[in-house]
């Protein structure tokens, strides 16, 4: 139930349940970060609304692409990323991937 006033949209007077219940969508994504064609990614934790490299709530680990083989190319700390899941944090499709593969590797050595 919105209508437009000249350019610009207006809300309804009914209530935003989201902000009436006080609880904000929290998702662990990548952040990037590096140089122009040698990406380096942050795993955070953040609020759904900010941007991709903006504000986040805590950096849990970090993914390097394009790291040499003698190099560590992948860091997460699992604990803290079990503690959000548990808060209830949805991960990102790629995070979930190097969750899996972070997995895979500590139970091969």
């Not at 919105?2 to 929290?26: N, Q």
């Not at 759904?48 to 993914?63: M, P, Q």
């Not at 040499?68 to 808060?87: C, F, M, Q, T």
């Amino acid at each position: 139930m919105r209508r437009l006033l000249g350019s610009a949209r207006v809300r309804s007077c009914l209530p935003d349940t989201e902000f009436l219940s006080g609880i904000a969508m929290v998702n662990i994504r990548l952040s990037r970060a590096g140089a122009k064609k040698k990406p380096f990614y942050h795993l955070v934790v953040t609020d759904s609304r900010n941007r991709r490299d903006g504000r986040y709530i805590e950096r849990v680990g970090f993914f390097n692409p394009v790291g040499k083989a003698s190099e560590d190319n992948l860091r997460i700390d699992v604990e803290r990323v079990d503690y959000w899941i548990g808060k209830g944090a949805q991960t990102s499709d790629r995070v979930k991937s190097l969750l899996k593969a972070h997995q895979k590797a500590a139970a091969a050595s």
